[in-house]
């Protein structure tokens, strides 16, 4: 009976873990075709983004009940704790990266494309540092490599200064060119998300290193490198 108890517990923690990847692979494909929608002006494909949210909404109430019912029933201690924890934890902040995604594809129509701004060409380049950190800290949840958590938080710093950049450069073209306000507008929302998403990342691998070591990382407490 206790074979089969721990069988089943073991098989119930593999479950959960599995929904948080497909929850995290969604919120990658989510990032990636809502700023590939935004750059090529494709309607089809941000509102494919927006439609897709609700897959997503749903994995995190599938994640919710069966954590909820681990505890309620296995009565989970130490490491499996904070397993069972962070799994839910995570999926709440994996949906939300997929409503970031979700506002950017919203901005597609919004776009005016006879309005010049460089920023448009930059933002793919952010979008692919966010994608990356997401894809990386599904890896280290994976894994439970505490190594690997601290070095996504650690990134989040590039992505900071990614949206500070184009933050400057997109009121620039706001004050030396009134028609480009409307537009310029929209792609610091974008940008404003991007930004977001990285955050969200970093609070994943917060959790990661947490359910890995039992200790909370200080690591976002370090003044910034000069």
Known sequence: MLQHTVKAFDEEIETLRGLILEMGGLAEAAIRDAVDALVQNDREKADRVIADDRRLDQLEARVDDLAIRIIALRAPVAVDLRDVVAALKIGGVVERIGDYAKNIARRVPAIDRKVKIEPLAIIPDMAALAQAMVYDVLNAYTTRDADLAIEIIQ????????????????????????????????????????????????????????????????????????
């Not at 930004?195 to 691998?205: F, Y």
């Open 155 to 226: 990134r989040d710093e590039a992505l900071d200064r990614f949206h500070n950049s184009i933050f400057r450069n997109l009121v620039t073209h706001m004050l030396e060119d009134p028609t480009t306000i409307s537009t310029a507008a929209q792609l610091l929302f974008v940008s404003r998300n991007l930004e977001r998403i990285g955050d969200h990342a970093t609070n994943v691998a917060e959790m990661v290193y947490y359910s890995a070591t039992g200790e909370y990382s200080r690591e976002r407490d370090k003044p910034a490198a000069e």
